[in-house]
């Protein structure tokens, strides 16, 4: 049976930084998705072997990276702001999953493309 474990979620103050962690291993796409309050569940990170995605409204602020040695999928955010608050979920996928927008093309983002998912955790951004 999968099993995907999300930790490192809480309460952090605007500007703050917190590091999720997810124990997993062996797929072959792996990502972050988040649902923020009133909205759907979106992406927010995903990483294959190398290559990564990003949303947005995360560039710049979010890193997505794995540790093969430790079976472990980390989302490092910085900067975080009162509309980063949600539940974050990570997501598992057997096969490279990959999109192309623009002209470039990376791991996807799409909720569709991932086969499993952890239970989430919640991350409250707040003063």
């Known amino acids: 049976q999968v099993q995907l474990v999300e930790s490192g979620g809480g309460l952090v103050q605007p500007g703050g930084s917190l590091r999720l962690s997810c124990a997993a291993s062996?797929?072959?796409?792996m990502g972050w998705f988040r649902q923020t309050p009133g909205k759907e569940r979106e992406g927010v990170a995903s990483?294959?072997?190398?290559?990564?995605t990003y949303a947005d409204s995360v560039k710049g602020r979010f890193t997505i990276s794995k540790d093969n040695a430790k079976d472990t999928l980390y989302l490092q955010m910085n900067d975080l702001k009162p509309e980063d608050t949600g539940i974050y979920y990570c997501a598992a996928a057997n096969g490279l999953r990959t999109f192309c927008r623009g002209g470039s093309c990376g791991p996807s983002l799409q909720e569709r493309d991932f086969d499993y998912w952890g239970q989430g955790t919640q991350v409250t951004v707040s003063s």
């Open positions: 062996g797929y072959a796409t």
């Open positions: 990483i294959t072997g190398g290559p990564t």
